[in-house]
């Protein structure tokens, strides 16, 4: 149980962090940052496992800067989804 309110909080941490390094406005709440931070997280160990090349698990957690690193791209990617799909729908 501890495990899981370290990983909410690291998720909270890292979330918020990488809305504040990624300038522009993003309406998200709480849950939405929280969710954003923990899917950062398993893009870090993505990433990290493609860097590096370790071959353990592809999907694995890792720690605050590599889940603030993958919050980053996560955010990015998904406003680029989101920018493409107002695109479309304004046609």
Known sequence: MLTLLGFLILGIIAGA????LVPG?????????MLLGIVGS???GFLANLLLGR???LLQPTGLIG??????VALLIYRAMASRGTATSRR
């Open 67 to 72: 889940s603030i690193i993958g919050a980053v």
């Open 25 to 33: 406005r993003d309406p998200m709440g709480l849950l939405g940052t």
């Open 42 to 44: 398993f893009v870090g």
């Open 17 to 20: 962090l990488a809305r504040l």
């Open 55 to 57: 071959g353990e698990g």
